[in-house]
């Protein structure tokens, strides 16, 4: 049995995209940025203490499984760009993404009862020069807050994205091939090509 240590309806999409058979599990975990923690190891972090948490919690109940974790961020300058608070922080959020490039960090975890595996991808974004009009009307639907980054890809902000290098899915929140390639090593079947 894999279990989906995420809510996201994003990453459960994905998965049914390559045939993966899966419950979910919710997890709550602490997202607070450790102090002097980079981008990188924070969303590394996060992923894998998803996928501990939720292993330990089925590993009592169930006797085989696979937990499937991750996480996504967003980095610009250095600085971790987590989820809105409020339209007026998804308003500063966006404002600093405007005319740019940023970094798009998704790590995703699997768990087995040997052991932990992560993968880490590293994706860049730019965004056109956004105009004001733009950010207030992006901000005032509810697509953004609860994304990293006040954006989504796959939605009404696929319009703002100039370039993209890197993993499409992983921006979404799930790297389908970092996530194949882990479900192998781990015993799991992807769909027959």
Not at 31 to 47: C, D, I, T
Not at 51 to 69: C, F, N, P, Q, Y
């Amino acid at each position: 049995m894999i279990y989906l240590a995420s809510q996201s309806p994003r990453r459960a999409e994905l998965l049914r995209q390559i045939g993966v058979d899966f419950k979910v599990y919710a997890t709550d975990i602490d997202e607070r940025v450790n102090a002097g923690e980079s981008p990188e190891a924070y969303v590394s972090r996060l992923a894998q203490s998803k996928a501990r948490v939720a292993a330990a919690e089925i590993g009592t109940s169930h006797s085989d499984w696979v937990v499937l974790a991750a996480d996504t961020t967003i980095a610009i300058d250095g600085d971790i760009i987590g989820k809105p608070e409020d339209a007026a922080h998804c308003h500063c959020i966006l404002h600093r993404l405007s005319g740019r490039e940023h970094q798009v960090l998704t790590a995703v975890a699997v768990a087995t009862r040997d052991r932990i595996e992560c993968r880490l991808t590293h994706n860049r974004v730019t965004f056109r020069a956004l105009a004001e009009h733009e950010v207030q009307r992006y901000c005032a639907t509810s697509e953004p807050m609860d994304k990293a980054g006040a954006y989504a890809i796959q939605g009404k902000a696929a319009i703002f994205i100039e370039r993209l290098e890197g993993s499409y899915s992983a921006v979404m929140g799930l790297p389908l091939c970092e996530t194949a390639e882990l479900l192998q090593d781990a015993g799991i079947e992807i769909f027959e090509l």
